[in-house]
């Protein structure tokens, strides 16, 4: 196993509301705000990097009909983000354009058919 | 906590492929298939209900681009269905149509933005 999917991260127009209705059916409490409005909620008591998915609420305008509302955030296991990354390459993965300025420490990728997900830097111990 | 994500559910063109490559991505195996081709992929010795989340690469030829390509499934840990549904129901969920049959014995629903996610009947052991 080299990656876990740690987060899901969800496209909304109002991440208030939906981080409430998602704490509520998950029974998961509030980890942390950015500043582009984002709130991340997850298991209280263990936050990011548990075997269970956190919960990304991400404001976005976006119009693009073919993006995804929702994509997966993944982290490696056993090595560094450098080498996940040619192993993910390698595997058929595809840099993937979303917007990003380039200066993120998370890599977007596309799956095979084009499905966006991201490679986050912490690499996150085996479970 | 009264529901758990088990499942993230992914409409593809061509599933063998993806699951070749989610597959290899997380380090999965195949724990089942479906009539309808889908493919489920988890965790080795864990199989459904764990708490990593399993993928379904579900065979989907539907155009509509409002409906989302990955979505979230739930069961419910500490009530069983029914109870479950009329609280994520209370909390504001919506009942959704995507073409089910309605003999399906999970639910459709929606959150409050419209994001499509299922309540499955299985009951899962808390964590």
């Known amino acids: 196993m080299a990656c876990r999917i740690s987060e899901l991260v969800l496209d909304c127009a109002d991440a208030e509301r939906l981080a409430a209705f998602w704490s509520e059916v998950l029974g998961y409490v509030e980890l942390g705000r950015e500043d582009d409005g984002s709130i991340e909620i997850g298991p209280p008591g263990v ?4 075997p269970r998915p956190t919960l990304v609420l991400s404001p ?8 995804l509302r929702l994509h997966i955030d993944v982290n490696a ?3 560094d983000q ?7 390459l390698a595997l058929g993965a595809k840099p993937a354009d979303v917007g990003q300025t380039g200066t993120e420490n998370w890599h977007v990728l596309a799956d095979p058919e084009g499905n966006e997900f991201c490679l986050l830097r912490k690499r996150l111990q085996p479970l």
């Open 47 to 50: 936050g990011f990097g548990g």
């Open 60 to 67: 976005s305008s976006d119009p693009r009909p073919e993006r």
């Open 77 to 79: 296991t056993d090595r």
């Open 82 to 88: 450098d080498a996940e990354l040619e192993r993910l």
